[in-house]
């Protein structure tokens, strides 16, 4: 069996844990961007989702032999 003890914060309590604003959380929460519950007319959503959707939308940067390209445009910029 599944465990489904999960810690679920109000979006206000998400922006507290976050360091993100209300705006913010209630936005992603309009656009289904990160996971949640919904009771009624309230929003819970779990700890972790920040974490989850950051993840899923870190943007890696390019391969090294990339960035050497653009050192040397700097350079010969001076």
Known sequence: MRNTSVDLLTPRQMARHSGWSVKAIRKLLAER?????KRGNRYLIPQNAINEFLVANMVEPEP???LQGADDA???LL
Do not use: P
């Open 33 to 37: 961007r990160i996971r949640h519950l």
């Open 64 to 66: 090294s032999e990339g």
């Open 74 to 76: 700097q350079g010969s």
